[in-house]
Each structure stands twice: as structure tokens, then as C-alpha cells.
């Protein structure tokens, strides 16, 4: 896949031709129904002028080094979801070869209210000291009291975090995150570390209300909607980047040390030190090749 | 040495091992009446059950192994995680070598959803098996291998083209890359050990519908120059 031609290569009216011609084909087929006002040009026009100026993480331009499919990709998935990068819903991000589409939290947002059909969503945080009681009824938590008072107020002494999503016709959805359940999906990321000073410390509740309102929509837009294709559409971003940080992993870390077993000594049986683990480094530079014949394994009798 | 298998697949997978002298089972993810047929009902003759990780289609006979009179080595979180108590239960920990009758054995730690999972470097009366299966790679490497015994799940070809089609949920194939060993994988696997002693690689473990049983082989044996089998239910090395 890497050895396909890089995006700057394939003329820009391919590209967006092929999305749009893909768009069109859901459209009448009705498999794909996007929000009134939502014009998939006007996006497609905002989005191929910020891929212009978009780089990637060693500072080269996006439409060099990324695939063409991954464009169109990211393209298509910003479309499906109805989602605008000139109003901040998205962004164009490179994992390696790959160009994903990655929602903000106004995009979760937005995909949720006007391609889910929400009335409204929004959470709040639950500090030490407030009153908070809810309920489970089904499968479905329903808040039923929460009040607050100023003093309890203080981003150190956040206990949960709640997000709701309203709709016209039917029970609101909601989503509780306990502080230590908001913390482990923080540590997911790069940025948050215990005792840090990121800005998941400078503005806890802020951040916390981001967290569960994104877990929310995730939740709800995969549980609800029958539209395969804005389900695939929604969380293909996260799946290419669990596949880039998983390849990344293998990178570092598989075929590394050598393990053996450590030869037996007739009468003299091995005690504690009977596992022979080397812990010099292997040279990186033979990953990849055939091992040196000359790299033979001491064998010991028996072997 | 000799290794048969008596099921290859997410519905159950054991293999038999034997040196002439000691055979163990490795892993038992099959009715335990299956496996008294397949061992031509000599299961006390066994030495030993290796067991990689407490999912149903490794460990299933577990219990009625030990009932049977077969002692079980697992890791501490596998043994946990299946709840067996007795005996005949031998807790092993990683990249500590154990001796079960006339073989040796390293248990080293595999990349798998599983409490404790572990792979094992087995030897006896002068050639080396390596047994590693439901892992997302490995993260050690050998010398001297005589037989391997690697999962080879799926390829991510095939894969994608599942995903897209719809056959294939996409929570699925998150799941299969981080726990499973696909194709390229194992050819990055196999060069980067030395292979000048090996003998046999036996294919594990092939997903349904996420494979192609012949490909791998070709693909395998192309790459390495050796011989390739795929293990089947019963299929004898």
C-alpha cells in the first residue's frame, strides 16, 4: 500500500472526483442521508484547501506522502458524516502512509445532532460534596437528581463526569464516566500523565466533559443507528490509528532478545539460574534478513 | 520428533508431542472424549499438558486432564483464570525452564487478550520446538530450532477485503490484529530467527474465511526453503 503513488501525484480533481461520485451513488441508492444545509461540495472545496497546508508529523505535506486512497478515504468519511473542517468538526491527520479524518469533539457533536437526529447533548461534572443519585432502568441509566454547590466546585475534587443526549421522540441516551474510568481513557492518549501538567490538569472538568460526551456519542451512534455506513464511517479513524500504533508496537518490540534453553549438566541439576535470558540488545540491522548462519546456537549435550 | 495435530482452529486446538520416549499434549481445547480418541485412549500415557492461555478452544479438557491423571502446566493467571484446583496442576512462569520427563521446557510471554498467556520453547534428545500460537507477535527470538509450530491466522489482505465486504465486523479485525499473528507477520518472524536446523514448520491455527491455507504455504515455503505443513485435525507432520 505504501507503494502507491502519493496523493500530490494524482490530480486533485481525480480525487475529489471520486468522492464525489462515490457520494452521489450512496445518495441514490439511499444509503446515505445527509443533514439539509449540508453541502458535500462546500466541504470538499474547505477540505482540499486545508490538505494543501497540512503536514505530517516530520513536517512533510500530506498529499505527498499519504496514499490517494487514504485521501479519498478521509475525504469520504468526512462527507458521510456530514462533518465541515472550515468549522473546526474535523481534522486531516497522517498515521505513517495513512490520511485519517479525525472528529472533534464539536464533530461528535455534530454527527450526533444532525446525522443522528438529537435534539441535544451535553454533560456536566459531578464534584465531591454534590448530590447525585440515578437510576437504571434496562440497559439505560437515567439521572434523576443532581445538585451542587459553589463550594464543591473545584477541578482536583472531580468525582464523575455525565453526558446526555436528548432527543424529541424518545428517552434521552446517558453516559456516566467515574473520575478514575475518565483518567484511564486519558492515559490512552500521549499527552495525559499521572501528577502532569497537561491540560487534562489545567482544566479537569472541561477536559472530563470532552471524554464522556465523545464515549457517549460513540456509544450511541454505534448502538442505534443502522446506517453501516456511517458506523464504518465514525470509527474508521480510530481503527487506523489502533492499526498504526499496533504496527508501531511491532516495530519496537517484536524479535528482539534472544531466548534459549540452558543445556542440562548430567548431576548437577540447575538451580536458580537455570534460564539463560540475553539481555544485550540484538543488532536492529538483522530484522528483516535472514539470520548469519555463523550465529549459531551454542548447544549443549543433549542438544 | 514427532507432532500431530488433533485440531487447528478457533473450535479447538491440541497437538501431540513426542520425542519417542515422552509425548505431552500442547494445549487442550477439545472435548477431552475427542482427545481420548485421538491418543487411542492412552491419555495416562501422557507426560504432560502445556497450556497457553485459559481461552475455551486451548484449555477446555483441562479439568478432566487432571481428573485423568495428566499433570497440567499453565502460568498462575491462566490457572486462575480457569479456576483449577489440585494437584496435578504445575504453575510455570515465563522465561523460567522447567523439566517434564525427558524434555525441557521455556515457557515464555505471548501478546494475547488473556490473563497470563505464554509460548514454549520444548526440547529433547537433541532438536528444539517452538510452539507460539494466539499471539499478536513475538517478541524473542531462537536459535538452533529443529520444528516450529507457528500460528499463521490470518492475512491482511483477505482481511480487509472481509471488513469491507461486511462479512467481517471491524470491532473483529481490531481484535485479530492486536492478539493474532497474521501472514507478514510470520515471515518477519521467520527472518528474523535462524533457520539453518530447521527441519519442519507446522502452520497453526488458520482463521475462517480470513485465510488461505494454500498461499501460506506456498508463501511460507517460498520464503524459507523449508517444509511447510498446515495443520489439520489428525493431520500427522
Known amino acids: 500500500m505504501s507503494k502507491e503513488t502519493p496523493a500530490t501525484q494524482v490530480a486533485k480533481k481525480d480525487i475529489v472526483d471520486v468522492v464525489a461520485g462515490k457520494v452521489r451513488g450512496f445518495i441514490e441508492r439511499g444509503e446515505l442521508h445527509l443533514p439539509p444545509g449540508y453541502s458535500p461540495e462546500n466541504a470538499l472545496k474547505s477540505a482540499w484547501l486545508k490538505l494543501q497546508t497540512t503536514t505530517d508529523k516530520s513536517g512533510k505535506p500530506v498529499l505527498s506522502t499519504c496514499t490517494p486512497s487514504s485521501v479519498a478515504n478521509s475525504l469520504l468519511d468526512m462527507i458521510v458524516q456530514g462533518l465541515n473542517p472550515a468549522k473546526d468538526q474535523c481534522y486531516f491527520i497522517a498515521y505513517g502512509t495513512q490520511l485519517v479524518c479525525q472528529r472533534s469533539y464539536f464533530g461528535s457533536m455534530a454527527v450526533v445532532k444532525n446525522v443522528a437526529g438529537a435534539k441535544d447533548v451535553y454533560a456536566d461534572v459531578v464534584y465531591k460534596g454534590d448530590v447525585f443519585e440515578y437510576e437504571i432502568k434496562g440497559k439505560q441509566k437515567q439521572i434523576t437528581k443532581h445538585t451542587q454547590k459553589l463550594e464543591n466546585i473545584d477541578g482536583k475534587n472531580i468525582v464523575a463526569a455525565y453526558a446526555v443526549i436528548e432527543f424529541e421522540d424518545r428517552a434521552a441516551y446517558t453516559e456516566i464516566m467515574t473520575m478514575a474510568e475518565i483518567k484511564q481513557a486519558w492515559l490512552q492518549g500521549q499527552v495525559y500523565k499521572e501528577g502532569g501538567n497537561s491540560v487534562h490538569h489545567k482544566f479537569a472538568a472541561e477536559m472530563a466533559k470532552k471524554t464522556v460526551i465523545n464515549r457517549a456519542c460513540k456509544a450511541f451512534i454505534n448502538s442505534s443507528n443502522d446506517s453501516s455506513l456511517l458506523i464504518r464511517a465514525y470509527n474508521r479513524a480510530g481503527e487506523t490509528i489502533a492499526e498504526a500504533e499496533m504496527d508501531q508496537e511491532i516495530a519496537e518490540q517484536a524479535n528482539q532478545d534472544y531466548i534459549d534453553i540452558e543445556a542440562e549438566i548430567v548431576d548437577d541439576p540447575p538451580e536458580d539460574e537455570n534460564t539463560k535470558t540475553e539481555q544485550n540488545q540484538p543488532e536492529k540491522g538483522q530484522k528483516g534478513k535472514m539470520a548469519d548462519p555463523a550465529q549459531q546456537t551454542i548447544v549443549g549435550p543433549g542438544f | ?237
Open chain 2, 1 to 237: 520428533m514427532e507432532i500431530r495435530s488433533f485440531g487447528s482452529s478457533s473450535a479447538g486446538n491440541a497437538y501431540l508431542v513426542t520425542d519417542g520416549r515422552s509425548p505431552l499434549l500442547l494445549d487442550c481445547g477439545l472435548p477431552v472424549r475427542e482427545l481420548k480418541q485421538a491418543t487411542s485412549y492412552q491419555l495416562s500415557s501422557l507426560d504432560g499438558c502445556l497450556i497457553t492461555h485459559e481461552h475455551q478452544d486451548h484449555a477446555r479438557a483441562a479439568a478432566d486432564l487432571m481428573r485423568a491423571g495428566v499433570d497440567v502446566y499453565a502460568s498462575r493467571g491462566t490457572i486462575e483464570a480457569l479456576s483449577l484446583t489440585g494437584h496435578r496442576l504445575k504453575v510455570v512462569r515465563a522465561l523460567e525452564q522447567v523439566e517434564i520427563s525427558t524434555w525441557t521446557v521455556l515457557p515464555f510471554d505471548t501478546v494475547h487478550d488473556a490473563a497470563e498467556p505464554l509460548g514454549f520453547l520444548l526440547a529433547a534428545g537433541g532438536e528444539k520446538l517452538l510452539y507460539l500460537t494466539d499471539s499478536a507477535y513475538c517478541r524473542y527470538r531462537f536459535r538452533g530450532l529443529t520444528h516450529i509450530m507457528v500460528e499463521c491466522n490470518y492475512s491482511k489482505v483477505i482481511l480487509d477485503r472481509n471488513v469491507e465486504s461486511g462479512a467481517l465486523p471491524s470491532a473483529m479485525k481490531g481484535r485479530m490484529l492486536r492478539t493474532h499473528m497474521s501472514l507478514d507477520r510470520v515471515l518477519d518472524f521467520l527472518a528474523a530467527n535462524d533457520l539453518s536446523r530447521v527441519r519442519e514448520i507446522m502452520l497453526l491455527h488458520l482463521s475462517d474465511g480470513n485465510s488461505d491455507a494454500a498461499g501460506f504455504k506456498k508463501a511460507i515455503q517460498a520464503a524459507t526453503g523449508r517444509m511447510v505443513t498446515v495443520a489439520e485435525k489428525g493431520e500427522k507432520l
